[in-house]
T-cell receptor, first 114, second 114 residues
Framework: NAGVTQTPKFRILKIGQSMTLQCTQD?????MYWYRQDPGMGLKLIYY???????DKGEVPNGYNVSRSTTEDFPLRLELAAPSQTSVYFC?????????????FGPGTRLTVL | AQSVTQPDIHITVSEGASLELRCNYS??????LFWYVQSPGQGLQLLLK??????LVQGIKGFEAEFKRSQSSFNLRKPSVHWSDAAEYFC????????????FGAGTRLFVKA
């Protein structure tokens, strides 16, 4: 199993550009999450999904969009990149049904907006 | 409000010395508690978790943590630190909320000196 994979690993965007961060998991997990990590701030939840076709906002959703057409994929879209979106983005998945199940994280995407 | 506090931004210990990383949480329902570790340039990996039963839990890499309900704490310990333990450590709390969302602390960076 590859686990959770993310592409790209690094990206530099200009202000106003758009891009999609890809996330795929091969563990058949129902729950998937997008976080951003800023220095000294821990991880903040952007969006999450409890299954194909079902998504919901997290703590910091502004400026982002998501979709979940399959169990495996959970892409994150930035429509109009802003410098405030410079961050490291992590995708995670977990099996559902129990709050004590851990999350499995991808390696992250480091995004810089100039 | 739900929150996780890790009071130490960074800690430096000598190799072979003992380690304790502090974590305090505020959570309105039954908490499910986690410690994750993040090596440089990597995603997060679960060290251990607590959800019921014995309040002293054992994890991977020789780590343990103790849940103290009266103090709302879940401190991480290791008797003898190895240079390879240098990383960032995140305490997290989750529960039976929609999407099983998890709240992360800001992290503690551990430096190990020879």
């Amino acid at each position: 199993n590859a686990g959770v994979t993310q592409t790209p690993k690094f990206r530099i965007l200009k202000i106003g550009q758009s891009m999609t961060l890809q996330c795929t998991q091969d563990m058949n997990h129902n729950y998937m999450y997008w976080y951003r990590q800023d220095p000294g701030m821990g991880l903040k939840l952007i969006y999450y999904s409890v299954g194909a076709g079902i998504t919901d906002k997290g703590e910091v959703p502004n400026g982002y969009n998501v979709s979940r057409s399959t169990t495996e994929d959970f892409p994150l879209r930035l429509e109009l990149a802003a410098p405030s979106q410079t961050s490291v983005y992590f995708c995670a998945s977990r099996p559902g049904l129990a709050a004590y199940n851990e999350q499995f994280f991808g390696p992250g995407t480091r995004l810089t907006v100039l | 409000a739900q929150s996780v506090t890790q009071p130490d931004i960074h800690i430096t210990v000598s190799e072979g010395a003992s380690l304790e990383l502090r974590c305090n949480y505020s959570y309105g329902a039954t908490p499910y508690l986690f410690w994750y570790v993040q090596s440089p340039g990597q995603g997060l990996q679960l060290l251990l978790k607590y959800f019921s039963g014995d309040t002293l839990v054992q994890g991977i890499k020789g780590f343990e943590a103790e849940f103290k309900r009266s103090q709302s704490s879940f401190n991480l310990r290791k008797p003898s630190v190895h240079w390879s333990d240098a990383a960032e450590y995140f305490c997290a709390v989750g529960g039976n909320t929609g999407g099983f969302k998890t709240i992360f602390g800001a992290g503690t960076r551990l430096f190990v000196k020879a």
